[in-house]
């Protein structure tokens, strides 16, 4: 199975804030990679797909790089909308499977 | 609008059986591959099981495989879950999900618990 390890698996930012989060595979996955947002009591909502192309609808502050093994999730600016917790995801091998997420927090 | 509404979740014993059942709309149903993610309570997002468009190919999660089966009805837009011997971990909120990951519903709870 391909491992995703995602970090930091918490994150205390500030409103304006940069930050990034990081997936790291266990093997090359190509593009085949997607990050998701998830606010409590709700189902996950796709931000990026393919690795870097921003889902409609999406704001442009969020931002996908990477390939192959190593992915980034860059917010450039910490909306208040923004604090939730957030997945990534490969879907090129069976189990497809997530990151263990990452927390988003205001500070 | 794009639609995916889960039914049939609640509460059964351990060792037994649920059908989860998820109505699609909007979408050429039949184009698009389908998946079962699940929850568990404060966890994180484990995907279950995915069928393809015409339902000739199916893939599982080792945790499930054997216990769980997938299906669709492509006349009613329905995806299907078939749930048997169900054990305490697999209690959880199961996402139904269609295409690439892109189209979620709202969830459907599974409670094990005797």
């Known amino acids: 199975d391909i491992q995703m390890t995602q970090s930091p698996s918490s994150l205390s930012a500030s409103v304006g804030d940069r930050v990034t989060i990081t997936c790291r595979a266990s093997?090359?996955?190509?593009?085949?990679f997607a990050w998701y947002q998830q606010k409590p009591g709700k189902a996950p909502k796709r931000l990026i797909y393919a690795a870097s192309s921003l889902q409609s609808g999406v704001p442009s502050r969020f931002s996908g790089s990477g390939s192959g093994t190593e992915f980034t999730l860059t917010i450039s600016s910490l909306q208040p909308e923004d604090f939730a917790t957030y997945y990534c995801l490969q879907h090129n091998n069976y189990p497809y499977t997530f990151g263990q997420g990452t927390k988003l927090e205001i500070k | 609008e794009v639609q995916l509404v889960e039914s049939g979740g609640g509460l059964v014993q351990p060792g037994g059986s649920l059908r989860l059942s998820c109505a699609a709309s909007?979408?050429?149903?039949?184009?698009?591959?389908m998946h079962w993610v699940r929850q568990a309570p404060g966890k994180g997002l484990i995907w279950v099981s995915r069928i393809n468009g015409d339902g000739s190919s199916t893939n599982y999660a080792d945790s499930v495989k054997g216990r769980f089966t997938i299906s669709r009805d492509n006349a009613k837009n329905t995806l299907y879950l078939q749930m048997t011997s169900l054990r305490a971990e697999d209690m959880a909120v199961y996402y139904c999900?269609?295409?690439?990951?892109?189209?979620w519903g709202q969830g459907t709870m599974v409670t094990v618990s005797s």
């Open positions: 909007g979408f050429a149903f039949s184009s698009y591959w």
């Open positions: 093997q090359g996955i190509g593009n085949d």
């Open positions: 999900v269609a295409g690439v990951f892109d189209i």
